[in-house]
């Protein structure tokens, strides 16, 4: 199965192309819904097999553990020569089987949600388009192909925002998502370029191979300059400082939109894109510093502004955009597969939360305003012990999976090897303050949205009188992303003190430990006291032993996860419901800035936006009007005024025209007899 | 070269100007016509003056000569057709003045 | 200096005096006979340069016939005192035209002379003339410009060209014919387009389809 492993793309794009260009045809809407989803069944049924078969050949593939599937030669040109590759190892296949498998459910779940939307068939058709750019992306074995899927997701990513795209709104938030990334990308084609000139090829395979040799023959602050290039991609992509404007209000989409692309799969391909050149950045010890704080400072971030915001889906953006930090900040401190980790265990409980407010946007009539729930626990049975869960998972009570993995996370940060000696002990009590506002505003969310006194809109209530739970199409993908939150942690990853059940980093090592080696010896370059792979680090405190200090660390985090989700947000949202107005008007600063988002999107009207236009104001004006068309039409003055000024010799006169006659022989006398001698 | 002949082709060279000067002043046709027959004679002179020139007894040539001939008789046709023309304009009582030809002013 | 040159520079001096003369006259009729006179000095010059025939051609044809041709039409046809030049019209013509004309003619003498120039005015000759006198000669020593040497040249070399022209004369005999006939002299029974009611005025009598035929025979075959 592995050399068809392409066929897990060509599935959703048949279905793309069916439902796109015959879906006005297709007058049955369950038609629609099947092709769709099918295509996706397929496509996982391809990850499954293709998964099994890879592990049935680990044994033989332990030499090389990258299995390459050439599909056709794309660019030959001189000397440069990129094909259109597959790359299928342990990263690939772990990105394959659950964006295949979130994506799937959540078609199955759009089926329900978009029900009544006329735009039925194109919402399934940009949907297969984007698992099929998602999976180029996962699958592509060099630069160029991933490039492709990373443009291919970005384009999705717009269609989808701006799917009812008559309401002007709308359409601009897909304008600003798909601008943001735009300036990303450029920094993803700088640094592309940039492995072209030093490596000569764009293969992964290459680069694994040859990054020591490459950057001990260049300067230093060559993989730096790669890596921060690179790194502004994943910003753009994974909505990270500074460009992370375009999350929140890409929830302009529909609901399923932002559960698929906003919170499992495309927003995680930055983090994807970091952890597949692992080498580049673990090159420079400062690269991955840089990502580290950027992650953590991020991460912060959004998690105080997500303590403040009304909108359902508002919150779970920035919730969104705090998980990606923290996953960027495990890429900064060397843990790539605990990255990835966060990644799977993430997309689970993100996209069981976003479709849980789906549902409860369907029950409630689209409504979003959380100020206007309230006891939908009673109606809403299904939605909301999922969501519980899923909220449970994220704020990190074990043994659900966002335990399991934010734990790992804040253990490497503590036992970060680096130069800048404060970072692992500042970073990891941001990132435990962090935690705590994460299980905090989780906790409020829920506890605001199902439990207490119904705050309904007297509109509401006189409409339908109450919410109902939404259809089995829409509620059976919520237990089973709630299913997967709740094991998948402990089943693919356990600290030593619980068990050590090392599954999903001993799988991932070929593909994410491949810089450990030279990390190392740059580490020893630099003067750290450890070396060599697979030591166990001492963290920044010791309390008695490593063992131990980590415990106490996990315990830690559980404690503020417990004081955040019951202590603080339960009581301030249900039985005290109100209380928060006072608090509102004491820290009315930290509020207000909490709230405005920190003023990030006023800065960049003001700093870029103002200039800019006036800088395209200006280039019209000037260059174009006055210097090109100036040209333009100087050019015809001048042959006009040529032309004006030849007409006296046209006087009409037969004589004249004699004489002009005798005025060119004499010139050719003159110049046979005096020139050519 | 000897002295006639290089004297000939700068007397030829001499009515050839007149010819053209003449062409150029005058606006009757007719006139402008015999300055015209006055430009060939001179071309006619140019030639037999060449022939001159050339001649030995190793190479008796008289293609000059034939030539102007030739000349002369083309140009006795070219007359009968222009002073036809010009008859026929007469006749339609147009004003003969070269000058009014000037449709083609810019 | 010898005879020849002397007549030469004789004969040069009149050409040139007529030909001004010709271009400056005020009456055409006046321009015409000046012309005249052009055109007979040059044929000496013509029978200086060792071609007799050419001589005999220039006087018959061009002074004989083109330019009788030439006065009939300005006798016909042109009023005594139509003044053909002078007429304040283009004035900056003259100017500038004189000026192009002198400068073509210096290039040209200059042109000629800066080969030989010491020859312009000499009054030696380089070669003897190949004048000959009325004694007759075998074919090899028929003589310059001789009938019998242009007549052997004319057909035994420039066949071609001499039909050629003769076919032109003929060409230009018809063309003139058509150019100046005037149609409206010629008798409209000869010319079925001009005079369609005639057709119609004679077929009035019997039969319209018949006479038509009858008259349309008629002017066929005429």
Known sequence: MLQYVWLAIAFPLIGAVVNGLFGRFIKSKLASGVIGCTALGLSFAVALLTWYDYMTQAFTLRESPFYTVTLWPWIHVGDMKIDALLLVDPLSVVMLLFVTGVSFLIHIYSTGYMAHDEGYSRFFSYLNLFVAMMLILCLGGNGAVMFVGWEGVGLCSYLLIGFWYKDMYNANCGMKAFVVNRIGDFGVLIGLFMIMVYFGSLDFTTIFSQAPAVFAAADKWVPLAIALFLFLGATGKSAQLPLHIWLPDAMAGPTPVSALIHAATMVTAGVYMVARLNPIFSANPTAGFVVAVVGCATAFMAATIAMTQNDIKKVLAYSTVSQLGFMFIACGVGAYWVAIFHVVTHAFFKACLFLGSGSVIHGMHEEQDTRYMGGLAKYMKGTYWTFVISTFAIAGIPPLAGFFSKDEILWQVAIWQTRFGWAPSVLWIVALLTAFMTATYMGRVTWKTFLGAPRWKDSFVAKHKHPHESGPAMVMPLVVLAALAVVAGAALFTPVWLGGNKLLEEFLAPSTSIGAAHGAEAAVAEGAVHGGEAVMHAPFVTLGSTEITEIVFAAASVLVALIGLFFIALPLYTKRYGATEALKLRFKPLYTFSFNKWYVDELYHKVIVIPGVAFAYMCWQFFDLRIVDGAVNGVAWVLGALGQGLRPLQTGFVRNYALYLLLGVVLYMLYNLLIQG | ?106 | MNLELLGWWVFAAVAVACAAGMITAKNPVHSALWLVGNFVALAVIYLILSAPVLFAIQLIVYAGAIMVLFLFVIMFFMSPEARTWRQRTLKRQYVVGSALALAFMVLIAWGILRTDADVAFSTQWSEPPQLSNTVTQTKQEAGMGQPRAIGQWLFANDVLPFELTSLLLLLAILGAMLVARDVRSEGREKLPEFAPHYHADAAAGPAAPAAGADAAGKEVQA
């Open chain 2, 1 to 106: 070269m000897s002295a006639i002949v290089a004297n000939s082709l700068i007397l030829s060279a001499m009515l050839f100007t007149i010819g053209v000067l003449g062409v150029m002043i005058h606006r009757h046709p007719v006139v402008i016509f015999m300055c015209i027959e006055l430009m060939l004679n001179a071309a006619n002179l140019a030639l037999i003056a060449f022939n001159r020139h050339h001649y030995s007894a190793a190479w008796p040539t008289l293609d000059g000569q034939v030539y102007a001939f030739m000349v002369i008789a083309i140009a006795a046709a070219e007359v009968a057709v222009g002073l036809a023309i010009i008859v026929s304009l007469f006749k339609r009582r147009v004003r003969v003045d070269v000058d009014e030809i000037n449709l083609l002013r810019g």
